[in-house]
């Protein structure tokens, strides 16, 4: 049996959870790990002759795993032709620094040329594509619009789609997967981490989401790729699935995972999301904030070289412990009162939002609102109607129950 490298956290605590998620599920939730789902690409009799006699690209990091054992080394073991490895966002062990350089290299281990798509080269280029007759898509995605995993498919797809090569997705469980919710992406926003009109919380895994960008053209010029994805077993959207590797650098836990759609918006203002400290993406705060009953200190460590406000005490919250918000809300709906709560603590108000925030966010109405100390349902009321008709449009691309 596998164990994952996060704890399962107590079945009681979720449960507590269930009453008010199940508002908005018709469905108790299921807890799962990759002990009982089989990803894509552990269905290898789905794939494997696909790939066969072809020569194979992979878009691939630290988290594209079979057990113990990564998919490029099962792959070349089954004699597949792999000719290269496309690297997203943190490189291919996963270790880099968010939006630090990531340099092409060669695989120590397999000795194959490994391709930097992050940075000035996102997408494939002509050259890069031509001597590749399919590539494979097999990285764990967290179900946040602005995580970057699902724009590098997007481009990896368009790169496909315009040098008619094959794309095949090989499909894993969204730990987010059993909701949707947020603002739904202006086209004027559009960005890295914002590439299509969908909601924060998007509710689809990366399989299902490729093929909604597929299918509604999405892709620069509508062009469309020959596309195929290779499903998860024993997973639907009433699914809590534990990740068994961490995700990114700085997603160090299961909670971090829930408040992450949530708790990266403060990436848009001059808060730190503890980066730098054990616990990532569970806490903001900052030297001025005038809560002063939790504290952290960034520091520089691996993953995290320089961090903001390093070295600096800041004061804020901590979501994931703290009594009065916790993360259990995060398994239900996007938290904007978090964002509002440091707001009213953080003493220079025209200060407190950079530009990045609107990226985030997807439009320009919610930090306008804040300022203007609307109330939460007020906010969040002003994006319900989009969701709905996002949620039509997902449903036409879902392969999992609802």
């Given at each position: 049996?596998?164990?994952?490298?996060?704890?399962?956290?107590?079945?009681?605590?979720?449960?507590?959870?269930?009453?008010?998620?199940?508002a908005?599920?018709?469905?108790?939730?299921?807890?799962?790990?990759?002990?009982?789902?089989?990803?894509?690409?552990?269905?290898?009799?789905?794939?494997?002759?696909?790939?066969?006699?072809?020569?194979?690209?992979?878009?691939?990091?630290?988290?594209?795993?079979?057990?113990?054992?990564?998919?490029?080394?099962?792959?070349?073991?089954l004699?597949?032709?792999?000719?290269?490895?496309?690297a997203?966002e943190?490189?291919f062990?996963?270790?880099?620094?968010?939006?630090?350089?990531?340099?092409?290299?060669?695989?120590?281990?397999?000795?194959?040329?490994?391709?930097?798509?992050y940075?000035?080269n996102?997408?494939?280029?002509?050259?890069q594509?031509?001597?590749?007759?399919?590539?494979?898509?097999?990285?764990?995605?967290?179900?946040?619009?602005?995580?970057?995993?699902?724009?590098?498919?997007?481009?990896?797809?368009?790169a496909?789609?315009?040098?008619?090569?094959?794309?095949i997705?090989?499909?894993?469980p969204?730990?987010?997967?059993?909701?949707?919710?947020?603002?739904?992406?202006?086209?004027?926003?559009?960005?890295?981490?914002?590439?299509?009109?969908?909601?924060?919380?998007?509710?689809m895994?990366?399989?299902?989401?490729?093929?909604?960008?597929?299918?509604?053209?999405?892709?620069?010029?509508?062009v469309?790729?020959?596309?195929?994805?290779?499903?998860?077993?024993?997973?639907?959207h009433?699914?809590?699935y534990?990740?068994?590797?961490?995700?990114?650098?700085?997603?160090?836990?299961?909670?971090?995972?829930w408040?992450?759609?949530?708790?990266?918006?403060?990436?848009g203002?001059?808060?730190?999301?503890?980066?730098?400290?054990?616990?990532?993406?569970?806490?903001?705060?900052?030297?001025?904030i005038?809560?002063?009953?939790?504290?952290?200190?960034?520091?520089?460590?691996?993953?995290?070289?320089?961090?903001?406000?390093?070295?600096?005490?800041?004061?804020?919250?901590?979501?994931?412990t703290?009594?009065?918000w916790?993360?259990?809300?995060?398994?239900?709906?996007?938290?904007?009162?978090?964002?509002?709560?440091?707001?009213?603590?953080?003493?220079?108000?025209?200060?407190?939002?950079?530009?990045?925030?609107?990226?985030?966010?997807?439009?320009?109405?919610?930090?306008?609102?804040?300022?203007?100390?609307?109330?939460?349902?007020e906010?969040?009321?002003?994006?319900?109607?989009?969701?709905?008709?996002?949620?039509?449009?997902?449903?036409?691309?879902?392969?999992?129950?609802?």
């Amino acid at each position: 049996m596998r164990i994952s490298l996060f704890k399962i956290y107590i079945v009681l605590g979720l449960i507590a959870c269930q009453p008010a998620v199940s508002a908005t599920a018709q469905k108790p939730f299921k807890y799962s790990t990759d002990e009982t789902t089989l990803n894509g690409a552990e269905n290898l009799d789905a794939y494997i002759p696909l790939i066969k006699d072809k020569k194979v690209a992979i878009v691939a990091n630290h988290t594209s795993m079979l057990g113990k054992t990564h998919l490029v080394d099962t792959l070349v073991s089954l004699k597949i032709n792999i000719i290269g490895v496309f690297a997203p966002e943190h490189g291919f062990r996963g270790m880099e620094d968010a939006g630090a350089k990531i340099n092409s290299t060669t695989d120590e281990k397999t000795g194959l040329p490994i391709v930097s798509l992050y940075g000035k080269n996102k997408k494939p280029t002509v050259e890069q594509l031509s001597d590749v007759d399919v590539v494979l898509f097999d990285i764990q995605d967290v179900g946040a619009r602005f995580y970057t995993y699902i724009s590098t498919m997007s481009y990896v797809m368009e790169a496909c789609a315009e040098n008619k090569k094959k794309v095949i997705v090989l499909d894993r469980p969204n730990p987010n997967g059993h909701y949707v919710d947020g603002p739904v992406m202006k086209k004027e926003l559009t960005s890295f981490v914002g590439m299509h009109p969908v909601p924060v919380i998007h509710g689809m895994t990366v399989g299902e989401y490729a093929q909604m960008v597929n299918g509604e053209k999405w892709l620069l010029n509508g062009v469309q790729c020959d596309l195929t994805v290779i499903p998860v077993k024993n997973y639907d959207h009433h699914t809590l699935y534990t990740v068994p590797i961490a995700p990114s650098p700085n997603l160090k836990t299961q909670e971090a995972i829930w408040l992450y759609p949530t708790t990266c918006l403060f990436e848009g203002t001059e808060l730190s999301v503890g980066r730098g400290t054990d616990n990532p993406f569970t806490m903001a705060g900052h030297p001025n904030i005038t809560i002063k009953n939790y504290s952290f200190t960034p520091v520089s460590m691996p993953g995290s070289k320089d961090p903001k406000l390093k070295d600096q005490k800041c004061y804020g919250i901590n979501f994931a412990t703290d009594s009065k918000w916790g993360h259990k809300d995060a398994l239900k709906h996007l938290d904007i009162i978090f964002i509002m709560e440091l707001y009213t603590h953080y003493p220079d108000k025209t200060k407190f939002f950079i530009s990045f925030f609107d990226k985030l966010i997807g439009n320009t109405t919610v930090r306008q609102m804040i300022l203007d100390r609307k109330g939460e349902s007020e906010i969040r009321d002003s994006w319900k109607k989009e969701v709905e008709d996002f949620k039509v449009i997902r449903k036409k691309y879902l392969l999992y129950e609802d």
